[in-house]
């Protein structure tokens, strides 16, 4: 065809299509073929419905975009270029994967602004856009008024097979379901190709009768390559429909335009190669030299510009009336959007005394949580179906539900990892909110995907993450972390705090709202069984990550570290060893992270390295621990699974008594 | 009711719920709820269908019954003492969740001979059961024959509301409709309630039409309770569909018989107490003792004896005529049932020499598996959809799929988790088979629930995971592991390999296999990048886990310790320092937990005490590390995130150069 041919609307598509094939084509890796054959829903969905602001990505009510299918970035930031963000200029694009480039190689909100969530790892994008519309869904409920709507914008979201056949996305949409979540809408690009090839190799059920079963009102364009009328048709049918979230099957074609790579797995994620370029250049009538868009197609595309500042204006206005007639939730939404923490909010977070009775941190972590849930109306969170054993429900507030939006309490249902990914996702939303998300800590395992995107994606979200260790007991090895904080620690960017005791769970608390506050995901460890609360724990000393319970006169002969329930052991060996005449320290290390971040003064004042005994004891895993300890240390740990017996017995099965902590500290001292 | 009323069905129903009712009210811990409401329909399947023999656990061809709702474990204790497994006694039953028992809070294959697979993680349960039926499914195209079927046998699951929510079932029950495994046979235990409460709270969907969706055959028993003919006749139904998998959703009260928590979430979790315990024996009519056993009930199910020496004696008989008709695969059989690996299949791995071609540790891993391939028919696997990256095909063998189950390449789709609990699935079945599941190495973390019951539960598995640092370039920071490693080196009994080179990834094969062979499983930590050969690698040397590759004469001034990729740059910078006067010794560590395998002797031998300087290099986390660099030595890792950029860029900005292991080696020589 003869480009004369070309519609407006196709050399709109078409130039996204070539910036991805020009850009993989260089970097000489990405992925051309998702962009090219999603390029026509996403170019309607971008030009016809979605309200965004390109020279002010941050704008609150924008609608949230995201490209679950992550792979096929090269789409988002064409569109991006298209539409005039300042963050993907043409360099940028021509700088695909390279070093530094705000193109990496999949969407990550944060190097590129405009982006809002971090998509790759298959499935996190759709459920993260759950958490996107649980968000708007609470902030309107909470929010507007009958006369002045402040929060309302929808969320989209493409994904492809990929997204779909990942678990975490049924549990997500399941919920989604369940919720009405009626203003997301998911574009499904069915172009019947994965990696291995056609879909009809692993992936043959029915994902429309699937997401009907979840409750979603679900449409399909089956020409979703030439068919803009009835994408455009579907987008708006499914806004129409206001009680349920929308799935909108787009039958495409993988790599739509290459003559002899078009609906194969070859174009998936690599690139077409100059000779199929030049071919596909032919194919559809292409006749501009790489990373050339036609000025009809940018001046066309460009409008988002002027139409962004006119929907921000808009609200504007709405904001200022809103400001005038409400100031109250008017301030209330200023502070959200601002990040701030109200004056003086941790001083709601209580601290204990020896004589005050010995509870469990997970229950210090439910009474913190209600202390702080009516000064901090921006915590949302729940659990993943053992909201009476993690202990996460907050009083004062009622079931997030369909029609019940401005509560707080989620129930996620048995979904860890959807957890995660909605966690995500709501504090994503730029919004003030801070999401927790709460199992048993073993079942983190479960959700690490999710747990380790919020650290590199930069979400402040709380973990809360129940049954510690082994003195869990009954449930067994299959319920008993042992590895598991170890695991934990080892990733970048995740702040693990497992505290003593009361005190340190109210210290923990506290750093976890400052990291959220600081777009930093906190990991709480906590315990089912009871702690009795020490002498010398502080909630400062919890911001250090690591400080001295237990001081003695001079250089101590032996330092003892503990975490959580083993520092009271350390404690009371240390009281015994101290009656027999021996220096001993005791250091509470509730955050190797917190510590690791102090200063190397501080470091070394806690533990000098002259002090070489030094025995670490905590009923979880050795490994990591060595650091510490040193060479000529000792660690009290656990290198083998647990085993299903009354919580006490497990701990005194595995050496976690106050005569071994001596008997490992006395060999130590020689 | 008087006791008189009730019918030998009911009295053996009841036996059940108060089996579990009794032995979680004397360890005051537990799960009463679902035994109480399932006892039904378990009844009713291990009555009239479930072919086992109760004194020979291990009769290869048995069904396999698996309780995917894993924390009503008493239900299947329960079962086994009825129908007379030696493992679990009365007096085991009575010792419930106490430390040692052969009745532990979750089953536990590892622990008690009857128990297929170990559940409590939910979801697990219903995705082995898909890999219990692939295996069966492969066995039998492999070696039932027109005239004499050897392997014929059904997976009867019984799992709940949670199983049903979490992904992981989702994942493996899509794929089973795609496979149509028609053996597979799974009861749902519709009871509506889950931890939290009603599941009107959470989980709403249509999970019959899910399921359809899937491309299950589903059916519907409306009155689980009491309608013992329509449970019947149901699974009668689903046997006589043979082309796809069933589910039956057996609508069922949970506490079915407690007249105060009946139908709660109380029944779920904790024990009824002494007072309901009374109300409900009034209820049932139920005037026997706790832990007494009617003797007509006991009579009856106690035939499962006899029933099971006959069906066994019956296939005994097959197998003998098997054995004359068809040596050879007779011999074959016998072979993989006992376990044994042929004689010298390790001669096929091969071995490199420096001059050989640099090829990436994956493919040196496809070659080793198609080395294998033809000696160790009981090698079947495959990749979560990244088959042609992770390198994972077998070429002498086609696509496992329905109508080609005699085929051994496995699509498990983009479903990571699911692919891993079916890989466990498989190993469990104990008929000699080695899976393999494939992904990258990041992506563990969508798997991780599962890999850490490979170790738990003792499967012979081998995870192949590629990929393996920011090495692989542009994909960018989602896709490249930098904890990962580390995290999966914390599990316990989970051996992971990190091979240098061509020779290493043999030794790492056969290490695996080997494992396998007792029932351990492996993780292979592949790179995406060419490794060059290393003069002194070896097969052994893997074996090992830490040994040197380049040593020198006397004590080494200087240790340098690397992994995989790694070891090259220590292999480099020891030749200058050596080429300077240095005394260098490079120890390559494929494997921490092999070399902590090691005895004292040898470790330091590799690692003595007396040489401080030691630097340790991995392009991961440093974390973990501490323990082999010592407190005076230093660790070149990576403690941040990665970066989307070519391969060779990253290593280089992250500092894996010849020259700043050189640095950093000279730093410590002072």
Chains 1, 2 share one sequence.
Not at 29 to 39: K, R, V
Not at 333 to 362: I, Q
Not at 395 to 411: D, L, M, P, T, V
Not at 421 to 442: D, E, K, M, R, W
């Amino acid at each position: 065809m003869a480009v004369a041919t070309l519609t407006l609307e196709q050399l709109c598509i078409n130039s996204i299509r070539f910036l991805a094939i020009d850009a993989v084509e260089k970097a000489k890796s990405g992925h051309p073929g998702l962009p090219m054959g999603a390029a026509p829903m996403a170019f309607v969905l971008w030009d016809q419905f979605m309200r965004f602001n390109p020279k002010n990505p941050k704008w609150f009510n924008r609608d949230r975009f995201v490209l679950s299918a992550g792979h096929g970035c090269m789409l988002q930031y064409a569109l991006m270029y298209l539409a005039g963000y300042d963050s993907v200029t043409l360099d940028e694009i021509k700088n695909f994967r390279q070093w530094g480039s705000k193109t990496p190689g999949h969407p990550e909100n944060f190097e590129t602004p405009g982006i809002e969530v971090t998509t790759g790892p298959l499935g996190q994008g759709i459920a993260n856009a759950v958490g996107l519309a649980i968000a708007e869904a609470h902030l309107a409920a909470k929010f507007n008024k009958p006369d002045l709507t402040l929060v309302d914008h929808y969320t989209y979201v493409i994904l492809g097979d990929g997204c779909n056949m990942e678990g975490i996305s049924g549990e997500a949409c399941s919920l989604a379901g369940h919720l009405g979540l009626g203003k997301l809408i998911a574009l499904y690009d069915d172009n019947h190709i994965s990696i291995d090839g056609s879909t009809d190799i692993a992936f043959t059920e029915d994902v429309s009768k699937r997401f009907e079963a979840y409750g979603w009102h679900v449409l399909h364009v089956q020409d979703g390559n030439t068919d803009l009328e009835g994408i455009a048709r579907a987008i708006a049918e499914a806004k129409s429909v206001t009680d349920k979230p929308t799935l909108i099957k787009v039958t495409t074609t993988i790599g739509y335009g290459s003559p002899n790579k078009a609906n194969t797995a070859g174009v998936h994620g690599a690139a077409l190669g100059e000779a199929e370029i030049k071919l596909t250049r032919e194919n559809l009538g292409w006749t501009y030299d790489p990373f050339v868009v036609p000025d009809e197609a940018l001046a066309h595309t460009r409008k988002a510009i002027e139409r962004g500042a006119s929907y921000e204006a808009e609200w504007q206005e709405t904001w200022a009336q809103y400001k005038t007639k409400y100031p109250q939730e008017a301030a209330e939404f200023d502070r959200l959007l601002s990040g701030k923490l109200p004056e003086g909010w941790d001083k709601v977070l209580p601290t204990y005394k020896p004589e005050d009775k010995a509870l469990a941190s997970r229950k210090h972590s439910e009474i913190c949580l209600n202390a702080l849930a009516p000064v901090l109306p921006e915590l949302i969170g729940g659990s993943a179906d053992l909201t009476h054993s993690n202990l996460t429900e907050l009083e004062i507030s009622g079931n997030f539900q369909k029609g019940a939006y401005e509560n707080r309490n989620i129930h996620f249902g048995v979904r860890e990892h959807g957890m995660g990914a909605i966690c995500n996702g709501i504090a994503l939303h730029g919004s003030g909110l801070i999401p927790y998300g709460a199992t048993f800590l073993v079942f983190t395992d479960y959700m690490r995907g999710a747990i380790r995107l919020s650290a590199l994606a930069e979400c402040g979200v709380i973990w809360v993450m129940t049954h510690d260790s082994v003195a869990l007991g009954e449930d067994g090895p299959t319920h008993q972390p042992v590895e598991t904080i170890a695991s934990l620690r080892a990733i970048p960017d995740l702040t693990v705090i497992r505290p003593a005791d009361g005190t340190e769970t109210s210290g923990a608390y506290k750093v976890a709202i400052e990291n959220a506050r600081k777009n930093r995901p906190t990991l709480l460890a906590l315990s089912r069984q009871g702690l009795p609360n020490l002498a010398g724990s502080s909630i400062e000393g919890v911001g250090k990550g690591g400080y001295t319970v237990i001081g003695c006169d001079g250089t101590p002969d032996l330092i003892l570290i503990g975490t959580g329930s083993e520092v009271n052991l350390c404690v009371k060996a240390a009281e015994q060893l101290a009656a027999e005449g021996k220096k001993v320290r005791v250091v509470s290390m509730p955050s190797t992270e917190l510590f690791e971040a102090q200063d190397a003064a501080y470091k070394e004042s806690m533990l000098p390295k002259a002090v070489t005994k030094r025995l670490v004891v905590e009923a979880g895993t050795t490994f990591g621990w060595h650091k510490y300890a040193g060479s000529e240390g000792d660690i009290l740990g656990i290198d083998t699974f647990g085993a299903s017996a009354p919580g006490g017995v497990c701990m005194e099965k595995f050496g976690f008594t106050v005569d071994n902590v001596l008997s490992r500290a006395k060999a130590l001292l020689g």
